[in-house]
């Protein structure tokens, strides 16, 4: 379990693929030095399972279903990707929770800075879309975002400069992948009422089904 706020920013080093598996090789500096094997780390994202340390570098292996579902498989050497260590009993939750579980890709629609701000919107499956809620939460390389508007097959957020400055949103480009992971509670909701509305969950299909 991750809470979407991004510790630091690592670098690839290496993306090996077999016939089916891969393995991932990223420089995370000496501030992750007392990570062990067998650890859990969001990398973008996505929980990935630390299988061996270099020095600064940990090593994790991807799965077809990593590399089927996630932007994992298409990083090349050097690019920039967000790490999170697993959440521990005590720990403050100041984003939401996160299960590391990546839901879908979405793209870079649009970047404007606005002010003191930066105005992001993200194209993604509207089979997406359907487990969102303007206001509501949604981790967008497994960062912590609150969604600002919502249509059928897009969504935006606004950054705040430390968030730009302090993890890979700072480097997006237009047409650039990102993993997407909605919110946990929502996906409840779908699980409880076994049934969405075409154009998704809004505050009066959560009033009219008991959940606010």
């Known amino acids: 379990m991750f809470t979407g706020l991004v510790e630091a920013v690592g670098k690839v080093v290496s993306l090996s693929r077999g016939v089916q598996d891969g393995r991932l090789l990223v420089e995370v500096g000496a501030a992750f030095d007392d990570v062990a094997v067998g650890e859990s780390i969001a990398i973008s994202g996505a929980c990935l399972t630390v299988v061996e340390i270099d ?7 991807l799965s ?3 590399l089927e579902r996630t932007a994992l498989g298409g990083l090349a050497p050097g690019t920039p990707v967000n790490i999170e260590r ?24 649009s970047i404007r800075e606005t002010g003191e701000h ?7 499956p509207r089979e997406l879309t359907a487990l969102m ?11 912590s975002l609150t969604i600002v508007d919502l249509t ?12 730009f400055e302090n993890t890979t949103l700072g480097s ?5 992948t990102v993993n997407i992971e909605t919110d946990m509670l929502a996906k409840m909701v779908f699980k409880a ?5 075409r154009e998704g969950i809004s505050e009066s299909f959560l009033r009219e089904h008991g959940f606010c």
């Open 152 to 163: 059928a097959d897009s969504f935006s957020v606004a950054v705040i400069p430390y968030t």
């Open 86 to 109: 697993a959440l521990e009993v005590g720990d403050r939750l100041g984003g939401h929770f996160v299960a590391g579980h990546v839901d879908g890709l979405g793209s870079v629609k």
């Open 193 to 197: 009422v076994g049934k969405l509305p």
């Open 133 to 143: 809620i303007p206001k509501g939460s949604v981790a967008v390389d497994g960062i």
């Open 55 to 61: 020095g600064a570098n940990l090593a994790f292996d």
């Open 172 to 176: 997006k480009r237009i047409g650039d």
């Open 118 to 124: 930066w105005l992001m919107h993200f194209s993604v």
């Open 64 to 66: 077809p279903e990593t």
